[in-house]
């Protein structure tokens, strides 16, 4: 594994830890700056929002820079975020630092897919993705119980410092450790076992430098059916993830307090879909989609018939993160292959996960809302995902045809 993966890894791990530890915090928060509990949400929702916006701005601002010093910059701009929140004396001032944070997250992680990627051979790209993501996916299981944590025994700033103190530590190794010219073209040659050069990747290199040159590559249909499925799988997952302590509560029997360890559950089933997804895209691509997506539309559904039942529900919430990331970094590749290599691309990605995050919940709301019941949302998510299966193997035959013509013409 080379060390500039490594180094990406603990930065996408403080960024995730800065999305999620917050949620065991935020009683703590509203208490100290006297605001009601609702007005401390926004430290979840507009740090949401100003993912989606920063993913597209940030990474439109800065094409014609070098990608290496972009990610440096991204996470000099977390540092200072975390640290405007571990010093605000006030809540506009923690707000704003949430916002400053949450600017670099959707640039960080499609920038440094691209980086990643270049790191490795070829044929190794969405395990390298995936190494990276596996930052985020591990910060999942440990955000908020290390909020709550660190909270409970030093109070809410102290939380802060220490994410402070990894992203300094990440900003660092990103610095020393990632090389300069990566991912600024195609994956520099690597060698195999017996030291001969492997072929150079398949993929096109990246585009010219410039926003105008970024904003062709949305021209492929390709790549807006892989934002679509994109969103579409995200929306269904996080629509039933949303609301599912009400399912486990309320239907499944569960205390409250069992919450918080059946989310490590889930947790744990992203980081293990991350890391098998990664390898199975790098193998069959297109296949490895649709079928992590399939697995998930069903979990969703099994999940919803099955609530009521103790032992299932843990079984299902494991296999809901495991299929719900398994197709994260094939989607990733896929997306960026498509553009050429576009970072615009690979960022519009992040906001698509985000717009669906949005657009799932939003439904799953509703559909309790209309008496349904907490289960409802599994069932909606299960919907919305299958919409996803359906576009990514329209996708996926688009892409094989248009290859079988590119051959036939060849």
Known sequence: MPSGLVALALGGFGIGLTEFLIAG?????????????????????????????????????????????????LVALFVVGNLLSALAPSYPVMLLGRIVAALCHGSFFGIGSLVARSLVAPEKKSRAVAVMFAGLTLANVLGVPFGALVGERWGWRAAFWAVTAIGVLALAGIAALVPDEAGETRPPTATGHSGAALPAPPTPPAPADGLRAQFRAFRSSQVWLTLTATALSYGGMFGAFSYIAYTFTEVGGFSPADVA??????????????????????????????????????????????????????????????????????????????????????????????????????????AITAGLGYTAPLYVGAGIVLISVIVMVVAARQAKSSARQTEHCV
């Open 25 to 73: 915090l935020l009683p703590q928060v509203a208490s100290s700056f006297a605001v009601s509990e609702a007005a401390a949400g926004w430290l979840i929702s507009g740090y949401a929002l100003s993912v989606a916006v920063g993913a597209i701005a940030l990474t439109a601002a800065t094409t014609r820079l070098p990608r290496k010093a972009v990610l440096v910059g």
């Open 261 to 366: 360890w059946l989310l490590m559950v889930y947790g744990v089933g992203l980081v293990v879909g991350n890391l098998v997804g990664g390898r199975a895209a790098d193998h069959d691509r297109d296949r490895a989609l649709v079928l992590a997506l399939l697995g998930l539309a069903v979990t969703l559904a099994v999940f919803g018939l099955l609530a009521g039942s103790a032992t299932a529900s843990v079984i299902l919430v494991f296999l809901m993160g495991l299929f719900g990331f398994a197709g994260v970094p094939g989607m990733i590749t896929r997306v960026t292959d498509f553009a050429h290599g576009a970072a615009l691309a690979a960022s519009a990605n992040v906001s698509a996960s985000n717009i669906g995050n949005a657009l799932g919940a939003w439904l799953g709301g509703l």
